[in-house]
């Protein structure tokens, strides 16, 4: 393809440094003659499709030896006839600085929305720690030797709910698009106790809803799980202002973002230290902080063209970190989004999901179980609770 290939999101996720998580992932050891299959679902459509891999938290350089873009057909399978293997500038292999990404050539692939793809990744050498994201929510598999090609999925043995090194996949064969919407906060953004493999993230419902609707466009979700407004965190990534840049301004066509974000930032200083030993770091703020971390991300986006949809942060009660001072501080930032004007619009989530007789909890058929994240009914709840118009 040429220079001039104009290239449309179709799929993203944030990267994290490598850590433990909620669920067993590889993100620590790494890699060594394997091969990790990684399965994504797009909101655009294409002819062609190139894939971002990112180095962003390594310690040393990445070589992959191998890669592979197919049509997914059901969990590590793929459909028969359509893999293509990835080149990076003409070569079949690549090498990645540490702290560095990579953009593989275009992959003549046809995809319509809501399909998914999957990616093979071969490493022969060790990789040391994984740049990754921690809750995918989806299955990767993993397998002994070069497999980026296999048609046989059984050699995919083993399998975690995180993805590797794998960050955006882009998509051509139209117009430039500049309708992008990107859902962009914490756990809950990210999908924390969807149903694995579904799609079923409060993002994923909004853009399925979109579609219904006759306004389909891409819908990108930069949530990452214990992410925090005004702190980088060991086990959570970069703090929301510092990443907001390259996770939601740098995405191609981006048109308006969705924030839901703050919570984790009310919540790290009221649990217990002890049983709790991942939810740092944990400062007591105040709400007037949070709302300053708010006010940065509004100059960000207004800075970029970007229409920005404050989102209200949910009811919490019973949460392991829940207080009356940390109820406070929701209901006064709650106050803020939704008066203050200085959103473009508001997405009023904790009105949608709290329970009509007691606004401090999680209506029942929404909440997970943990009252704090929504569970699938929850999410679709969200998705509801977005005005397309303000989009």
Request: no cysteine.
């Amino acid at each position: 393809m040429s220079g001039n290939t104009v290239w449309n999101a179709g799929w993203s996720t944030s990267v994290q440094r490598p850590s433990t998580g909620f669920d067993e992932n590889w993100a620590e050891e790494g890699f060594a003659d394997q091969t990790v299959r990684q399965v994504v679902r797009v909101t655009g459509s294409g002819t062609a499709a190139r894939v971002r891999l990112s180095n962003r938290f390594g310690d040393a350089p990445l070589e992959v030896r191998g890669a592979a873009l197919a049509r997914t057909d059901r969990g590590a399978a793929v459909q028969d006839g359509s893999t293509r293997r990835l080149t990076f500038a003409g070569a079949g292999s690549v090498r990645i600085p540490a702290g560095g990404e990579v953009w593989s050539d275009a992959a003549e692939v046809s995809v319509a929305p809501f399909e998914k793809l999957t990616v093979s990744l071969y490493f022969a050498r060790p990789t040391g720690p994984a740049t990754f994201h921690a809750q995918a929510f989806t299955t990767a598999y993993r397998a002994a030797g070069d497999q980026s090609a296999a048609a046989d999925a059984a050699v995919f043995t083993e399998t975690t709910v995180s993805w590797y090194f794998l960050a955006d996949v882009e998509l051509s064969g139209g117009p430039a698009r500049q309708d992008t919407v990107v859902t962009f906060g914490d756990s809950i953004t990210d999908g924390f106790a969807s149903t694995a493999d579904a799609d079923h993230r409060y993002p994923d419902a909004l853009a399925e809803r979109l579609a219904d609707a006759g306004l389909g466009r891409p819908v990108l979700n930069a949530g990452i799980g214990g992410n925090l407004l005004l702190n980088d965190a060991p086990w959570y990534g970069e703090r929301a202002g510092a990443r907001f840049r390259r996770d939601v301004l740098d995405q191609p066509g981006v048109r308006t973002v969705i924030i839901l974000v703050g919570l984790n930032d009310i919540g790290f200083s009221e649990a217990d230290e002890a049983e709790f030993p991942t939810f740092r770091p944990n400062p007591e703020l105040s709400a007037a902080e949070i709302i300053d971390g708010y006010r940065d991300l509004i100059e960000q986006a207004h800075a970029a063209g970007v229409r920005i949809v404050g989102g209200t942060i949910m009811p919490f009660r019973g949460a392991e970190y829940h207080t009356p001072d940390a109820e406070a501080k929701r209901r006064e930032i709650n106050a803020w989004v939704r008066t203050s004007g200085a959103f473009d619009a508001v997405a009023d989530f904790a009105a949608a999901l709290a329970d009509p007789s007691d606004p401090e909890v999680l209506r029942a058929a929404y909440d997970s179980g943990d009252h704090k994240h929504p569970g699938d009914a929850g999410y679709r709840a969200m998705a509801a609770a977005v005005d397309l118009a303000s989009l």
